[in-house]
């Protein structure tokens, strides 16, 4: 059963960075793609970033430039350093796995204060 434990959440001024750490409980280059996903109160669940097994990376457009999806296969860890953080990006951040299947983690809150 493939678990994926999200990390790193928290409170910061708009402006402030946070970086987030998405550890698998297997090896993370079994899956085609890894990602995090985003979701606020009352909104739907929406792709932030994801990237392939061989390190190409896909980017929403209202985080270009701000946020930079990373992945370690030693540590079967993925990472997602956040910038220039604005109050319109809080919400929960899911960790996903690809292998067919999507897999989620349990979620980790974050919230930008003005």
């Known amino acids: 059963q493939v678990q994926l434990v999200e990390s790193g959440g928290g409170l910061v001024q708009a402006g402030g960075s946070l970086r987030l750490s998405c550890a698998a409980s297997g090896s993370i280059f079994s899956f085609n793609t890894m990602g995090w996903y985003r979701q606020a109160p009352g909104k739907q669940r929406d792709l932030v970033a994801d990237i392939t097994r061989s390190g190409s990376r896909n980017y929403a457009d209202f985080v270009k430039g701000r946020f930079t999806i990373s992945r370690d296969n030693a540590k079967n860890t993925v990472y997602l350093q956040m910038n220039s953080l604005k109050p319109e990006d809080t919400a929960v951040y899911y960790c996903?796995?690809?292998?067919?299947?999507?897999?989620w983690g349990q979620g980790t809150q974050v919230t930008v204060s003005s």
């Open positions: 996903a796995a690809q292998r067919g299947t999507r897999f």
